[in-house]
Structure formats: C-alpha cells, structure tokens
C-alpha cells in the first residue's frame, strides 16, 4: 500500500513543484530585476548612470527556479520519508554510541592547539605560516574567547547584550592608551583592561539591568554605540577615527622584547634569524592561554552558586527571586565578568594590532560575536568553539580562494563576498538548527549520572 | 530591617493587618487582617477573584501592598515587617518561601540543580561569594557536599530521588508540584507559602501531597496555603481563612468555617437574605450541619 | 527663535522619515514580537529602488513633470520593498516562527547583512549621488524651508493616516490586532494568521520604502550602508515611544528627529548620536517600556 500511494504522489508532487518552481521564478524575477538587471556606476563625469546585466539576472531567476524544484520535488519528499522512517522505527539520534573521536574530542583539539604553529611552520614554511598562525589562529581564538566572554552574559544568564563590543573596545583603547601615555607594559595592562572593562560593565549595566528583554537590548546597543562614538570624538585622547598606532608589543613576560631594535630580542637571544612569525607564535600562545583561562573560568563557576543563579536566572527570574536569589546583583556579576573577558581580549587585541581605531568596534562585531555564540548553541562552550572556526575561519578562507579568479576572471575578489556569505550562513545555520550546533546542556552536577538536558527544555531568558 | 519588639504572641509567625491592595480603581484587598499561627497549616481559601493570590503576592514581596502591615516573627525573636524588606530579602532574611499556581521551575535545569539553586545564599557564603570557590578551598566543597544531601533529603520526601538526574521540565504535573515543593524547602523556610498546591492533581497524588505537607509540618515549618480543593483543606488544615471580594469573611477551625453560613453563601453564590434564611434554618436544626 | 523654528523645522523632516521607518519596526514586533534587524536595510533597498527608478525615468522620460516621476518611484520602492519584506519572511522568519527566541534575531541580523551586502556586490561600494528632484525653496522672515521638507512632512502625515485607517477601521487591522494579542485565538477564531503577518511584514516595507525614497530625495545621494544609522535610530525611536505602539512610533520618531536637529543646532554635531542613544537609555530607566507603551505587568 506504501509502494501505491507513493506511486500516486509522485505525479502531483512533481506537478506542485513545477508550479513553485515557476512561481519563485517570477518572485525572483521581480525582486532581482532592478538590483541585478539593472547596474548603476558612475561615468567619468562622475554622473551616475545605469546599463542592464540581463544575463546575470537570468543566472539570479535560474538559480531561484532550479532551487525550488529541487526542494520541492526530492529534497523535501525525501526528509519528509527519513523523518518518517525514524518515527517508524522508534530510533532516536540520542542513543547512538559516541566513537572514540567523539569522545577525546577536547584532548584531540587541545593538543592540535597546542601543536598547531609548529604544524604550520613545518608545512608552509616559516614566511609561509605567518598567514595560518595569524590571520587563522589567533583570530580565530579572540573570536573564541570574545564569544566564550559573551556566552556568561547571553548563554548562561539569559541577558541580550548586543554592544558587547563596547567592552571590547574599553580593553583595547585602555591598553593603548596607558601604554602610550604611561608606557606601562602588556602584563600589567592585561588585567588592569579587564578590570576596567568589568567596572564599565558594572556602570554601564547598573541602570539597565531592571530593563526586560529588547528593551535591554536595544539599551546595550545604545551604549555601544555611545562608546564607539566617544572614541570617534573625542579627538585630544584617543585622536578619532585615525586611531592610536605604535602601540607596545607584549613582552616576553619582561624577560625578553619582541622589538626589532632592542637589545634583549627574543629572536637575537634564541639565535633565531629575524623574522615576526615568532612573535606571531608567542602571541597564539598567549591568545590560546586566555582563551582556556576564559573556558576554565566559565566550567568552574558554572559548578558555583553565581554559576547556577545565572542558570536559573536564564530560566525564570521570579522563581530565582522567590528563592531569595538578589536577581540584580546576580545580572551585574554576569555582566562585569563577561565584560571582563572582552575587555582582557580588547588589550591583547590592541597588542597584537599595534593599531587601534574606532573602526573595529562597530555593531557588526557585536553581531558577528552574538551570533557565534547562538549559532554554537548558547552556553555550550564546544559548540561556540565549532561556531567560531566554522565562521570566521570559513570567511578567512574566502580570502584564499585566489583560483575562483581563473573560474570568474581576474576581476573577482573572493572577499568583496566574505560579509555576503557570513550573513548567508547565519541564516542558514539558524533554520537549519534553531538551537545551535550543541543544542544539549550539560548538568553542573549529578547523583547517579550525568545526562545531558535537551535543548527543548532549556530557556533562553527574557531579561 | 529587623523593628522593635511588637506585643506578639510567641506562637504567631505571621500576622496581617489592614492589608488594603488597589489596583488601579480597583480594590482587590479590603482591610483584610488574620494571623497564622505557628506549626499549623493555615488554609486561605475563597471563591474564584476573592483575591488570595494577591494576598500572596503581598506577603511574598512580588506586590506592594497599598496599606496595612505584614510582621513576621522568626523563632529567633527576630520580627521583619514583609512590605518593608526586598522581594529576594523575603526569603533570604524573613525565612519566607512560596510556590506558583502556574508552576515555575527551572524547567532545563535538572532536579537536583533545581535544589541546588536554592540552596544559593548558604552556598555562596560557602564559597566566599565565589572567590574563595574558585581557589577550590575546602570550605565550600564541604558546604557543596552537605548542599547534596539537603537536597537529597528533600527528593527522598517528594519520592523524586529516582528523577534527580532528569530535567525538571521533564517531569509529570504531579512530581512538577511536589519538586517545586521541595525546592521551596530547601531554603530552609520558617513559613511555606503554597498557592494552590493540589490544583491539577489526581486524588492518588493529591493523597501524597497531603502526607508531605504534613510531615512538613510536622518538622517544624508552618504552612500558608491558598486551596481550591476542599478536601485538602478540610483534611489539613489547622487553620482556615475565608475571602471573598477582599474581605474576610470568615476564620476558624476547619470545622467552625464549613458550617459559617456566609461562607456556605459565598461558595453556593446566594443572596443576603438566604444567608440569613440558612442561619435561621441552622439554628432551629432542619438542615444538619456539614451537609451544606 | 527664528534659528529655533528653522531647527524645529529640520528636526520635524528628520523625525518624519525615522517614524516611517519606526512603524515597520513596531508593527513587525507587535505582532511577531521580534526585532526585525533586517528591517533598516529595507529601508535602504527602498531608497536604490527609487534611485534606479529614477535614473530609468530620466533616460527615457526626460521631460517628466517632478510630481509624476516621484509617484512612480514612490511607488515602484513600495512594491519592490513589499515583495522583497514578503520574501524574507517566507524564508528567513516563518520556519522559525515559534521557535527559540534568538534563532529569528540571528536570521534577521545574517539577512541585515546579507542585503546591505548584497547591493555593495550588485550596485558597488560607492556613494551613488543623484542631481535634486525638488529644489524649491520658501522663504519666511529669515526660515527657509524647502519644498522636500514640507512634501516629506505632508506625504508621512497622508501615510500616517491611511496607516491608522488600515489598522483600526478595517478587517484586516483587525486581524492584524488579533493577532498581535493571541496569535493561537485568532487563528482558531479563523484569521489567517500567517497572510496576517506577510500582510504586516508588506506593509512596513511599503512605509520604510517610502522613508528610503524621501531620504534619497533629501539628501540626494544613496549608499548600501545607509540602511544602518538610519535603522539604529528608527529602531531606537520604536523603543523610546513604546515598541508595539504605533503612536509610540511616530512620536519616538519625531523626537529623535527634535533632539538630533537641536542638539547639532545648539551643543555639538558630532554628539548628536550620542545623545540620541543618551535620552533613550534615560527615558529607559524611568520609564522601562517607553512613553507610550503598556507597563509590562509581571504576571506571578
């Protein structure tokens, strides 16, 4: 009977799929026709006229139809048959036995971690690995660490922050600035920008913190903003929108300098010709020690009552005050501590660059950093880690991709699409798991098993 | 926040007075005064919209009353009067503690988290408000430890220890009930607030529940509950306290509240001059009492 | 004073625009409580869909009298923006609808991206200038106000008004209503919930389009990064009315107009936005739900 009415769908459902398929062509159609079909550019008179691309529009409605159809006719028909084959069944994804990779998984990334500058100086050389230890390294990882720092305000206490960046930016500028005016050095600085970024988060989330859900949200943002325009006006200081450049490079904890000309080099000291690859390695280690520092700081005192008050806090407010929980001073705690690791990546950031500017403190950067924690699955440490190679390393990639230029001719640039497809793969990665990549919480404590909680009992608070 | 010493009688742990609310035009609590006595179950019951809920929320610090004084007497002397302390102070200082009508568990925390997170305020004294926790000193282990076996106690009590491990949001409606129950005490409450605990339940769990409570009372704790069930109330309560349209209309004995004439009105919705028709019928003996 | 009226003035043009583009906000969070993130960059294919219009106009109308060709941009922005907003819901929204709270911020942020992205890729990066559509310019005591500014004025109130006949006159505001209270009720009451919610997604396209073309039209030059500070300001004053209330909207609108035209016009251009965002985090913080909104009643 299955094999009958199978036969007998078959027809319409090909029937329905032509007919969407020929619908979204036209939606396509009219939606591309004027920002596909139609390109507007600037004569040398610097007059702005147009010309039409009807082959490009042609590619958009194309694309959109064959699209449709697809879905419609076989990818759909075939998820709905999967889902209904496992219902069928009874076997759920939840009892498959985990394999060994599975399991070690963390020891595995940490010892790559670990491995990973050597590994890269090994097969591209040392020029060559300058590349993969900085622009995929150690960029990956302060996106790890900001949306780890994050994560305690937005995965573990339920609070919608969309200006951490701000914290960011009082890290960084604090490092720059008291390193160029006081000349103090990075491992001073480190913590002191920590500090401070969690006191700005303490007087910046003090008044706000009474706020429910958008309306904090759209306050944090604000205060983003707020922030990054300081720094844009307020010229004598932090000299606008140039920026402050020739900032100090962290030390060899004092003991040896990574500055080209001075006389207790690193590179001179070691016997190592001179190259920056070494400072760029010195510094991975010091990203990837903040970033574990940041993970291990999150485990403990999710194992802690601030912890587990932040937890219950994400899952209903009125519960934790009826339990004579002090539900502001609770929020204020998640919200300096987050601030603080955003402000300890801000200074290792500006060490790193030797450049600030207002220009990397945009909104963007909050979203990209709330979206990695989101699309990892909120609270999950693993799953923000995955988000965060996945994205900022898969745009990184994009940069790379120097044969798309023999596919597209010489005029493409890989990069001008990087944004484009960040923002395509959010959306992607979201409909596709609402969740996150880790949509499982794990338990702080057990009395017989530890048994991970489905992500469909988990909250993600409203305040 | 502790105030001078009143003229209470020892045995009364919370006493209400002129407690008025408004909301609004609306008077939702008119001058309402009972007292509840220590270790007993004290019941306030009261037709739908009576306004009991919001006596609660009174008492428990989630409103504000407009008028009126609410003293709680701790078993140390202490006297806190409610409307003045903080809402998380009411549980923290005043040793009040409450359930919800609408159940409020931390539904993806796990049971034995969900007890945990109500042990806060021992543990972070504990753990040195989270700093000497970090370091990983031996005080707050210990205090962690006897965290668990609080907790285990109360799940022994609510037959939920084989459920420790599961989210609370996993739970049936009944053990959702006796968890958020046990997650109240784990506070280490002196009074125990319950805003309707048997709604919802069948009479099997309803019979569980009133073993609980009594033996939670038994153990010291007074009770404040808030019941649509009459024969949970009948059948436990020391104490009962009638509402109807914010005022109080009756208080005694369960027995002394069955056969009140205004309460048997307010619950059968008749008029005033019925009321009195009952009352006459009652004293000359035609209707027996308790078959209203 | 006459400096004072003709910074009134200003700040009256600014604030209509910001309303228009308030009221998608408002209305998309009322009914689907979200924060359409995407919605600042309908703003901003608005304004390129009137741009092109515009430029096509030109070409092969020369001669067309103003007033036909701004009808015809302000109408084609309207449909386009209609019909991409519809789009986006279809796909990025709508499956997510009902959902974990964060997943549909995150689509609306990625689509944000996407779509200011996406003009930079099609139309370029660069500034697009068009010469002024509407330079009339009247002259009273020492106030100059120009024709734009009163057209801007008079076509948000006409847009105001037939917005507020739609919402609380017809069928279909009332089911926009309905739904905005209980969306489970009225679907089961028999409103066509999701064409409800398309319809509301359409129909703040159609006023951020109008918003984009007068925004154009104002300021003449058009750029794929317009649909940010615009949309951040628009958002902001959908919050400090109130989000969910449509009055709410228009007077958040109008008010941050006010303070950017007389802050600039008295203390200091550069923080202007800083004093935006400033009076909302203030009027937060006494009034948590904003000026015009319904306290939020903490249900025990």
């Given at each position: 009977?299955?094999?009958?009415?199978?036969?007998?769908?078959?027809?319409?459902?090909?029937?329905?799929?032509?007919?969407?398929?020929?619908?979204?062509?036209?939606?396509?159609?009219?939606?591309?026709?004027?920002?596909?079909?139609?390109?507007?550019?600037?004569?040398?008179?610097?007059?702005?006229?147009?010309?039409?691309?009807?082959?490009?529009?042609?590619?958009?409605?194309?694309?959109?139809?064959?699209?449709?159809?697809?879905?419609?006719?076989?990818?759909?028909?075939?998820?709905?048959?999967?889902?209904?084959?496992?219902?069928?069944?009874?076997?759920l994804?939840i009892s498959?036995?985990k394999?060994?990779?599975?399991?070690?998984?963390?020891?595995?990334?940490?010892?790559?971690?670990?491995?990973?500058?050597?590994?890269?100086?090994?097969?591209?050389?040392?020029?060559?690995?300058?590349?993969?230890?900085?622009?995929?390294?150690?960029?990956?990882?302060?996106?790890?660490?900001?949306?780890?720092?994050?994560?305690?305000?937005?995965?573990?206490?339920?609070?919608?922050?969309?200006?951490?960046?701000?914290?960011?930016?009082?890290?960084?500028?604090?490092?720059?600035?008291?390193?160029?005016?006081?000349?103090?050095?990075?491992?001073?600085?480190?913590?002191?920008?920590?500090?401070?970024?969690?006191?700005?988060?303490?007087?910046?989330?003090?008044?706000?913190?009474?706020?429910?859900?958008?309306?904090?949200?759209?306050?944090?943002?604000?205060?983003?903003?707020?922030?990054?325009?300081?720094?844009?006006?307020?010229?004598?200081?932090?000299?606008?929108?140039?920026?402050?450049?020739?900032?100090?490079?962290?030390?060899?904890?004092?003991?040896?300098?990574?500055?080209?000309?001075?006389?207790?080099?690193?590179?001179?000291?070691?016997?190592?010709?001179?190259?920056?690859?070494?400072?760029?390695?010195?510094?991975?280690?010091?990203?990837?020690?903040?970033?574990?520092?940041?993970?291990?700081?999150?485990i403990?005192?999710r194992r802690m009552p601030?912890g587990r008050?932040?937890e219950a806090?994400r899952e209903?407010?009125?519960?934790?005050?009826?339990?004579?929980?002090?539900?502001?001073?609770?929020?204020?705690?998640?919200?300096?501590?987050?601030?603080?690791?955003?402000?300890?990546?801000?200074?290792?950031?500006?060490?790193?660059?030797?450049?600030?500017?207002?220009?990397?403190?945009?909104?963007?950067?909050?979203?990209?950093?709330?979206?990695?924690?989101?699309?990892?699955?909120?609270g999950s440490?693993?799953?923000?880690?995955?988000?965060?190679?996945?994205?900022?390393?898969?745009?990184?990639?994009?940069?790379?991709?120097?044969?798309?230029?023999?596919?597209?001719?010489?005029?493409?640039?890989?990069?001008?699409?990087?944004?484009?497809?960040?923002?395509?793969?959010?959306?992607?990665?979201?409909?596709?798991?609402?969740?996150?990549?880790v949509g499982t919480r794990e338990p702080t404590a057990f009395l017989k098993e530890r048994k991970a909680v489905s992500g469909s009992f988990t909250k993600?608070?409203?305040? | 926040?502790?105030?001078?010493?009143?003229?209470?009688?020892?045995?009364?742990?919370?006493?209400?007075?002129?407690?008025?609310?408004?909301?609004?035009?609306?008077?939702?609590?008119?001058?309402?005064?009972?007292?509840?006595?220590?270790?007993?179950?004290?019941?306030?019951?009261?037709?739908?919209?009576?306004?009991?809920?919001?006596?609660?929320?009174?008492?428990?610090?989630?409103?504000?009353?407009?008028?009126?004084?609410?003293?709680?007497?701790?078993?140390?002397?202490?006297?806190?009067?409610?409307?003045?302390?903080?809402?998380?102070?009411?549980?923290?200082?005043?040793?009040?503690?409450?359930?919800?009508?609408?159940i409020?568990l931390f539904s993806g925390l796990t049971v034995l988290e969900n007890l945990l997170v109500a042990q806060?305020?021992?543990l972070?004294?504990?753990?040195?408000?989270?700093?000497?926790?970090?370091?990983?000193?031996?005080?707050?282990?210990?205090?962690a430890k006897a965290a668990i076996e609080k907790a285990e106690y109360w799940l022994e009590k609510a037959d939920l220890t084989d459920r420790a491990d599961d989210p609370a949001g996993d739970l049936s409606?009944g053990a959702q009930r006796r968890l958020e129950i046990a997650r109240?005490?784990c506070?280490?409450?002196?009074?125990?607030?319950?805003?309707?605990?048997?709604?919802?339940?069948?009479?099997?769990?309803?019979?569980?529940?009133?073993?609980?409570?009594?033996?939670?009372?038994?153990?010291?704790?007074?009770?404040?509950?808030?019941?649509?069930?009459?024969?949970?109330?009948?059948?436990?309560?020391?104490?009962?306290?009638?509402?109807?349209?914010?005022?109080?209309?009756?208080?005694?004995?369960?027995?002394?509240?069955?056969?009140?004439?205004?309460?048997?009105?307010?619950?059968?919705?008749?008029?005033?001059?019925?009321?009195?028709?009952?009352?006459?019928?009652?004293?000359?003996?035609?209707?027996?009492?308790?078959?209203? | 004073?006459?400096?004072?009226?003709?910074?009134?003035?200003?700040?009256?043009?600014?604030?209509?625009?910001?309303?228009?583009?308030?009221?998608?906000?408002?209305?998309?969070?009322?009914?689907?409580?979200?924060?359409?993130?995407?919605?600042?960059?309908?703003?901003?294919?608005?304004?390129?869909?009137?741009?092109?219009?515009?430029?096509?106009?030109?070409?092969?109308?020369?001669?067309?009298?103003?007033?036909?060709?701004?009808?015809?941009?302000?109408?084609?922005?309207?449909?386009?923006?209609?019909?991409?907003?519809?789009?986006?819901?279809?796909?990025?929204?709508?499956?997510?609808?009902?959902?974990?709270?964060?997943?549909?911020?995150?689509?609306?942020?990625?689509?944000?991206?996407?779509?200011?992205?996406?003009?930079?890729?099609?139309?370029?990066?660069?500034?697009?200038?068009?010469?002024?559509?509407?330079?009339?310019?009247?002259?009273?005591?020492?106030?100059?106000?120009?024709?734009?500014?009163?057209?801007?004025?008079?076509?948000?109130?006409?847009?105001?008004?037939?917005?507020?006949?739609?919402?609380?006159?017809?069928?279909?505001?009332?089911?926009?209503?309905?739904?905005?209270?209980?969306?489970?009720?009225?679907?089961?009451?028999?409103?066509?919930?999701?064409?409800?919610?398309?319809?509301?997604?359409?129909?703040?396209?159609?006023?951020?389009?109008?918003?984009?073309?007068?925004?154009?039209?104002?300021?003449?030059?058009?750029?794929?990064?317009?649909?940010?500070?615009?949309?951040?300001?628009?958002?902001?004053?959908?919050?400090?009315?109130?989000?969910?209330?449509?009055?709410?909207?228009?007077?958040?609108?109008?008010?941050?107009?006010?303070?950017?035209?007389?802050?600039?016009?008295?203390?200091?251009?550069?923080?202007?936005?800083?004093?935006?965002?400033?009076?909302?985090?203030?009027?937060?913080?006494?009034?948590?739900?904003?000026?015009?909104?319904?306290?939020?009643?903490?249900?025990?």
């Amino acid at each position: 009977m299955a094999i009958a009415s199978e036969n007998n769908v078959q027809p319409d459902v090909m029937a329905k799929a032509i007919k969407e398929a020929v619908f979204a062509g036209v939606v396509a159609f009219c939606m591309f026709l004027l920002f596909v079909g139609i390109e507007t550019y600037q004569d040398i008179n610097n007059q702005l006229v147009w010309r039409t691309r009807w082959g490009l529009l042609a590619v958009f409605v194309a694309v959109a139809v064959v699209g449709r159809f697809v879905t419609v006719a076989f990818i759909k028909p075939h998820l709905d048959k999967r889902k209904l084959a496992k219902a069928k069944t009874g076997v759920l994804d939840i009892s498959e036995e985990k394999s060994f990779f599975h399991k070690h998984f963390l020891k595995i990334a940490l010892v790559f971690l670990l491995c990973y500058p050597f590994l890269a100086m090994m097969i591209f050389g040392r020029q060559g690995s300058l590349k993969y230890v900085d622009n995929f390294g150690i960029q990956i990882l302060i996106y790890v660490m900001l949306a780890w720092g994050l994560n305690i305000v937005v995965g573990l206490a339920g609070l919608l922050d969309l200006g951490y960046v701000a914290f960011y930016a009082v890290g960084a500028y604090s490092y720059a600035l008291l390193s160029s005016y006081f000349g103090f050095s990075f491992w001073l600085l480190l913590p002191m920008a920590g500090i401070l970024a969690a006191l700005w988060g303490v007087i910046l989330g003090f008044p706000v913190l009474r706020l429910r859900g958008d309306y904090l949200a759209i306050v944090t943002l604000a205060f983003g903003e707020i922030i990054r325009l300081v720094l844009i006006n307020w010229t004598d200081v932090t000299r606008g929108t140039f920026g402050i450049s020739g900032i100090a490079k962290a030390s060899f904890f004092g003991i040896w300098s990574f500055d080209v000309g001075a006389a207790n080099n690193f590179n001179k000291a070691w016997g190592l010709p001179s190259s920056s690859v070494y400072y760029k390695m010195f510094l991975f280690y010091i990203i990837l020690a903040l970033c574990m520092l940041t993970a291990y700081v999150t485990i403990r005192l999710r194992r802690m009552p601030i912890g587990r008050a932040w937890e219950a806090l994400r899952e209903d407010e009125i519960a934790c005050r009826s339990l004579g929980i002090n539900t502001v001073a609770t929020k204020l705690t998640a919200f300096a501590t987050g601030a603080m690791f955003g402000g300890f990546a801000g200074s290792f950031f500006a060490a790193r660059q030797g450049f600030v500017s207002p220009e990397s403190f945009v909104f963007l950067e909050s979203a990209v950093i709330l979206a990695i924690v989101v699309l990892g699955g909120m609270g999950s440490l693993t799953g923000i880690a995955i988000a965060a190679v996945v994205m900022v390393g898969g745009t990184e990639l994009l940069r790379e991709m120097e044969f798309l230029k023999h596919v597209f001719g010489p005029d493409f640039t890989p990069e001008l699409y990087r944004m484009l497809l960040f923002g395509l793969a959010m959306i992607i990665v979201m409909l596709f798991k609402p969740r996150g990549f880790v949509g499982t919480r794990e338990p702080t404590a057990f009395l017989k098993e530890r048994k991970a909680v489905s992500g469909s009992f988990t909250k993600e608070g409203h305040g | 926040m502790a105030t001078g010493t009143t003229t209470m009688a020892k045995d009364t742990i919370l006493k209400v007075e002129h407690l008025s609310m408004k909301f609004g035009g609306l008077m939702a609590i008119n001058d309402f005064s009972f007292e509840a006595k220590r270790g007993e179950i004290t019941a306030l019951i009261g037709p739908n919209g009576a306004g009991k809920t919001t006596v609660f929320n009174c008492i428990t610090g989630f409103y504000k009353p407009t008028m009126g004084m609410l003293t709680l007497n701790r078993s140390n002397g202490k006297e806190f009067l409610l409307e003045r302390l903080r809402d998380f102070e009411i549980n923290k200082v005043a040793g009040v503690s409450r359930t919800f009508q609408n159940i409020r568990l931390f539904s993806g925390l796990t049971v034995l988290e969900n007890l945990l997170v109500a042990q806060h305020n021992v543990l972070m004294k504990a753990s040195g408000f989270t700093i000497l926790g970090l370091l990983g000193l031996p005080t707050y282990k210990n205090a962690a430890k006897a965290a668990i076996e609080k907790a285990e106690y109360w799940l022994e009590k609510a037959d939920l220890t084989d459920r420790a491990d599961d989210p609370a949001g996993d739970l049936s409606y009944g053990a959702q009930r006796r968890l958020e129950i046990a997650r109240a005490m784990c506070t280490g409450p002196e009074l125990l607030c319950l805003d309707e605990p048997a709604a919802g339940l069948n009479p099997k769990e309803s019979l569980t529940l009133n073993a609980l409570l009594r033996g939670i009372r038994d153990e010291g704790t007074s009770l404040l509950l808030i019941e649509h069930d009459m024969s949970v109330v009948m059948e436990i309560s020391d104490h009962v306290v009638v509402l109807e349209y914010g005022q109080k209309i009756s208080d005694g004995t369960p027995d002394h509240v069955k056969n009140d004439p205004k309460v048997i009105a307010a619950y059968l919705g008749v008029e005033d001059d019925e009321v009195e028709e009952i009352e006459e019928k009652l004293d000359k003996g035609i209707i027996e009492e308790g078959t209203v | 004073m006459e400096y004072f009226i003709q910074q009134l003035a200003n700040g009256l043009t600014l604030g209509s625009i910001y309303g228009l583009v308030a009221i998608g906000y408002t209305m998309v969070y009322g009914i689907i409580g979200m924060i359409n993130f995407a919605h600042g960059d309908i703003f901003m294919l608005g304004g390129f869909a009137a741009l092109i219009v515009f430029l096509i106009l030109t070409t092969f109308f020369a001669g067309i009298p103003v007033a036909l060709a701004l009808l015809v941009m302000l109408i084609v922005a309207m449909l386009m923006t209609g019909l991409w907003n519809w789009t986006i819901e279809r796909i990025a929204y709508r499956p997510l609808r009902g959902s974990f709270r964060l997943a549909p911020l995150i689509t609306a942020i990625g689509m944000s991206i996407v779509l200011s992205n996406f003009i930079q890729v099609t139309q370029g990066p660069r500034n697009k200038p068009i010469p002024p559509l509407v330079t009339e310019v009247y002259h009273i005591g020492n106030i100059t106000i120009s024709l734009k500014q009163i057209l801007i004025v008079v076509i948000t109130s006409i847009l105001l008004f037939a917005f507020w006949y739609i919402v609380n006159k017809t069928p279909l505001g009332r089911a926009q209503r309905a739904t905005e209270q209980d969306r489970k009720m009225a679907a089961l009451l028999g409103v066509d919930v999701d064409k409800t919610i398309s319809i509301t997604f359409i129909m703040g396209a159609a006023l951020a389009a109008v918003a984009g073309s007068m925004y154009l039209m104002y300021y003449g030059v058009a750029s794929f990064n317009d649909g940010f500070i615009p949309g951040v300001k628009a958002f902001t004053a959908a919050v400090l009315g109130g989000i969910g209330s449509l009055p709410g909207a228009v007077l958040g609108g109008l008010l941050i107009g006010l303070i950017e035209s007389l802050w600039s016009a008295y203390f200091s251009i550069a923080y202007k936005d800083v004093a935006t965002f400033a009076i909302l985090a203030i009027v937060l913080i006494f009034k948590p739900t904003g000026i015009l909104g319904r306290p939020e009643v903490e249900k025990v």
